[in-house]
């Protein structure tokens, strides 16, 4: 008997009808206080060697039906290496076909980052005795909200992660990121830590992802709308980070993200905001070039088109940073569908593609530090 699943950290999914293999009916669950979905996560049980067709009916109602075009969704034995498998969306539902080889398999959007493994990550951090921790204070549900400051440089260097609790390449990203930071004989880490400060919140809204939500926190609220006029009855996350940047001042700022529809790495700046000028734009030239150079995942083709001058929405973290401290901010967008630049047909863009890109993004800052002031 075939038993379908997703009562557990992070997993979202209702179970229809799991009666016939070939004909599986499930949807996904919006956000607890707000419409949104497209993230989804569930296990399945007794089914190996059976071929399975799994339909996930109300896909054409989700936040980003462009990502379902040329998508494939993830599969995991283990929660460690996730690869795609047979998906077909037309216009209506999203179709997932495979036979698992194991008795359990987990099925996903993208490769699940959940808060237990990110309780592990921050474990494994705080033994370096390069880190300082700290906790900034409490998500409406009551996890703590941690922040790590590494390096003693008087540049000060910001780099958040997942703001939006589906972009589970953003943990995948910030975990790469730490575990290279904390390197004591990586010698470009230790130039990094010698010329700045870095201040990093590995996963911002914590709660969304327990809770197994796309964008919002436990409130209902999009945290990536939120630093206008963040509260600590709406948006604690939002506020307890805004009121640290004002003690340590922002030289720099990076806020990891994933991108539904567009299938390439990509990087978003502050064009629009009222102050934007030439300076703002040749640092993100030059961080972009830097990139390019040390990356061969990266690409400067695809992406968002810039706003009119001046239209820039302040809520948005990297407007609202650039704006208020007059500094390099930009959004990096991964895929969740494999990127067209270097695709890997197996994996698509996963989980240790994150980990390595994350590592390239070092050598980058390493070289334009210097250059923020």
């Known amino acids: 008997m075939i038993k379908i699943s997703s009562d557990f950290d992070h997993g979202n999914i209702d179970c229809l009808d799991a009666s016939d293999a070939s004909n599986i009916r ?29 339909h996930i009916l109300n896909a054409d109602g989700a936040s980003y039906i462009a990502g379902w075009r040329d998508y494939r969704a993830v599969a995991s034995y283990d929660g460690e290496t996730w690869f795609r498998v047979d998906t077909a969306f037309d216009g209506r539902t999203l179709t997932i076909e495979h036979t698992p080889e194991a008795d359990a398999v987990q099925y996903a959007y993208f ?41 003693e440089g008087p540049r000060q260097l910001w780099v958040i992660a997942r703001q939006h609790p589906g972009e589970d390449m953003g943990s995948w990203w910030a975990e790469g990121f730490l575990d290279r930071l904390t390197e004591e004989t990586d010698d470009t880490a230790k130039a990094l830590r010698a010329a700045a400060t870095l201040h990093v919140i590995p996963c911002m809204n914590l709660d ?31 506020f307890v980070v805004r009121e640290k940047m004002r003690a340590t001042g922002v030289d720099f700022f990076l806020d990891a993200h994933g991108d539904e529809a567009i299938p390439n790495n990509f990087l978003d700046c502050a064009t629009g905001i009222p102050s934007w000028n030439d300076r703002h734009r040749s640092l993100f030239d030059r961080y972009s070039t830097l990139l390019l150079e040390a990356s061969d995942d990266f690409q400067t083709k695809d992406g968002y088109p810039a706003p009119p001058p001046g239209a820039a929405n302040l809520a948005i973290a990297t407007n609202y940073v650039a704006e208020t401290w007059n500094c390099l901010s930009m959004t990096l967008e991964m895929p969740f569908k494999d990127a067209d630049v270097n695709p890997d047909p197996v994996h698509g863009w996963s989980p240790q593609r994150c980990q390595n890109f994350a590592r390239d993004h070092i050598n980058v800052m390493a070289q334009i530090v210097d250059e923020l002031r």
């Open 111 to 151: 490769g699940a980052y959940p808060t237990t493994r990110y309780r592990d990550c921050i474990a494994r951090v705080k033994q370096s005795s390069l880190v300082e921790a700290k906790v900034l204070g409490e998500t409406l549900d009551r996890q703590a909200i941690d922040y790590f400051r590494i390096g």
């Open 208 to 238: 969304g992802v327990r809770r197994g939500h796309l964008r919002t926190n436990a409130a209902g609220i999009d945290l990536n709308r939120a630093w206008q006029n963040a509260s600590m009855d709406k948006s604690p996350e939002v």
């Open 26 to 54: 499930l949807k996904i669950k919006p956000d607890g206080k707000a419409d949104f979905f497209q993230w989804f996560i569930f296990r399945v049980e007794g089914a190996a060697g059976a071929p399975l067709t799994m």
